[in-house]
């Protein structure tokens, strides 16, 4: 078999890794597009310069361009469209993947078909200055849930319980929206839209229902049009705030919810066009009114999920992600790693802001590494580094380091995480809040 060429945005020296473990890997060449830091540490996304550069790049290549693929959200994403269509790779269309990303798109379409499995929701202005009435008018009242039009990560989300709370949250999405917005509009402009989501562009927002329950992310693909869920993650947080504590796989959800959440998601992703690609789907289930609630799609792969299925199936699902876009049918195995079960743990503070003055040493990670078999610790910060500079955080804490784990039972896991959480030692000055 001759060496395929897959082209990789934003590839990362873990994720090289991780790509040489797949099957098949062998007869693969990875190459990155892109520097990894422009795409993950930043939130400056000069999204037409790094398609031109990327093009550059990929138009001087010598041999065959058998695959452009990527495991990030913004602005990665969004770009694997745009690439693949100029070399002919295979790819879901723009049209489909902004029917997930463009959130007001997104719950309109699924308004569609599952509209008993969405929250009540309305986009607005957030420089408008009588935005509060207006989603008032809408018929969502305190308490609700505002984030920008397309988002990344957890970034400029807020639960509002007041007037107040709305002025704090829509401040802090004036001053912060355009980073993700004139990016994703001039993605937009390549995308044919109903006019009335073109006017609802990325200097929007929505508001929403509030919704909760125990959560969790269905993995899946579509290929050749047949949507396949795969895999269900739990997400859990820490109690009474929004921020992540943990991501545990295999889910412990009742085998039934499970069921209807692939069933939910087939339906979605059918009706949306979605192809040759693989997804993630947030819900919610509320076990009190015994309900699904479907939070948003993403069109990839999750990133923090790459360890877990490495841990428990015995590749980490860029299979799936590399196989749709050589063409194949995923070739993904189950049940087949070291352990039963594996979780990313979020070491978190909960400060407004401080300034970094001490981290575990390369010798303490090493040593918790040879401790815990199988443990992957990446330090998020370093001495002297101001956290409010950490991109990608949510609104209410900062995460120092990811924790990978895997074990042969749940309690051991978490046990396991604790024991190692207390040998983590961070300092801080100039603690704000």
Known sequence: MSVRNVFVVGLDELNRIRLGHLRGAK?????GVIDPAEVNDTEIFPIEDMLSRAETQLKEFKGSIDAIVGYMDFPVSTMLPLLCQR??????????????????????????????????FT????????????IGEAG???????????????????????????????????EGIGTISEPF???????????????????????????????CTVEGYVFQGDVVPYAIVDSIRYPQVLSFFCYRYPSRLPSSIQTKMHELTRQIMAHIGYDNAAFNVEYFWDEVQDRIWLLEINTRIAQSHCDLFEKVDGVSHQQVTVDLA????PDMPSRQGAFKVAGKFFYRVFFVDATVSQVPSAAEIEALHQAFPGTLITVQVEVGMRLSSLPEQDSYSYALAYVWMGADAEDELEENYLRLAE??????????G
């Open 423 to 432: 040998q983590l030692h961070f300092a801080f000055e100039d603690i704000v």
């Open 123 to 134: 986009a607005f202005d957030p420089f408008d200055t009588q935005a509060l009435q207006h």
């Open 27 to 31: 007869n693969y060449r990875f190459h």
């Open 140 to 174: 969502l009242y305190f308490p609700f849930f505002v984030k920008p039009i397309k988002s990344s990560g957890s970034r400029l989300g807020f639960r509002i319980e007041s007037p107040e709370d709305f002025t704090y949250a829509v401040a802090q999405l004036c």
């Open 326 to 329: 050589l063409g194949r049918v």
């Open 185 to 215: 509009n001039y993605v937009l402009e390549h995308a044919i839209l109903p006019d009335d989501v073109r006017s609802v562009d990325g200097g929007h927002c929505m508001a929403e229902e509030i919704i909760g329950g125990w959560q």
């Open 87 to 120: 070399f002919g790779t295979r790819s879901t269309s723009l049209e489909s993947l902004l029917k997930c990303e463009h959130k007001y798109w997104s719950r309109r379409v699924q308004q569609e078909v599952i509209a008993d499995h969405i929250p009540r």
